[in-house]
């Protein structure tokens, strides 16, 4: 096992080689053309979500911590990917019971695209909204200006709103595909991790920086189809939402109508 420990951690160690957004304006115009061949929805650089690794032991005084809504013992990875399936970002290392939006106030992401680092440009006029890249996520996301979630299902959507969700699952389907190819190409992560829980990050992170490199060679591999069946309902962040942002989806919704 010490092998596999030292090369998981020297793999680890070179994920931003592999694991980054799109730098340069014309990166992020080549990610949101990508996104146009899986989605109308626009100006879509990656797709966010969380994905469980399920653990086969857990330390006696962490157990409530890391016991899961599914009623197992799991490690939370929050992944954003593009329409390659390639994760532009991953954080990890989070307690099965943290709830996705938390994990997603926790990790750098948010912090990074706020102040300007990631998704700064470029933007496109739709309605009376100025539309800068965009992250697509689940209900369980806050709706902001640059992460759109769908309107809460409820009977009275209209039909706008209705192909607005569409649209918009069309685009975000992509991570929980992501994490599919993840988990059946490192078939470790599907099965029970047998490790402590403190070295589950870096085995985690090895393997995401693995499957960027095998997209960008164009590995030819056969995959073992897995079922990521972490789409379980979470409850919906409930939290407030930025005017701004309402108006945005507003706007994106009149334009895919």
């Known amino acids: 096992m010490l092998i596999t420990h ?47 690794i399920a653990l086969k032991t857990v330390p006696v005084n962490e157990r409530i911590e890391y016991f899961n809504r599914k009623q197992d013992y799991s ?16 954080s990890m290392g989070y307690p099965g019971s943290i709830h996705d939006a938390r994990i997603f106030r926790l990790s750098k992401l ?25 992250l697509v996520g689940d209900s369980a996301y806050p709706l902001s200006v640059w992460l759109m979630k769908p309107f809460k299902q409820t009977p009275t959507l ?7 969700n569409r649209a918009l699952r069309q685009a975000q389907v992509v991570i929980e595909q992501a994490f599919t190819i993840l988990k059946g190409h490192w078939r ?5 991790l047998e490790e402590k829980t403190s ?3 870096t085995t985690i992170m090895a ?19 897995v079922e990521d069946d972490d789409e379980m309902d979470q409850s919906s962040f409930n939290g407030d939402e930025q005017l701004c942002a309402r108006n945005i989806r507003d706007d994106i919704m009149d334009h895919l109508s």
């Open 199 to 201: 070295r589950v990050p």
């Open 110 to 134: 948010q912090r990074e695209i706020d102040q300007g680092t990631w998704l700064n440009a470029p933007s496109k006029r739709l309605g009376g909204s100025e539309v800068g890249p965009l």
């Open 75 to 90: 490690i939370m990875i929050q992944g954003v990917a593009d329409a390659s399936f390639k994760f532009l970002d991953v």
């Open 158 to 164: 209209t039909e706008s709103q209705l192909r607005f």
């Open 207 to 225: 393997c995401c920086v693995l499957h960027n490199i095998c997209i960008d060679v164009g590995d030819p591999s056969a995959i073992d189809p």
């Open 6 to 52: 030292d090369f998981c951690e020297a793999i680890a160690k070179r994920a931003t080689e592999f694991i980054k957004f799109p730098e340069t304006e014309q990166e992020v115009l080549q990610s949101i053309r990508l996104f146009t061949n899986k989605s109308p929805f626009p100006q879509v650089v990656g797709a966010i979500d969380g994905s469980h």
């Open 188 to 192: 470790c992560l599907y099965k029970p």
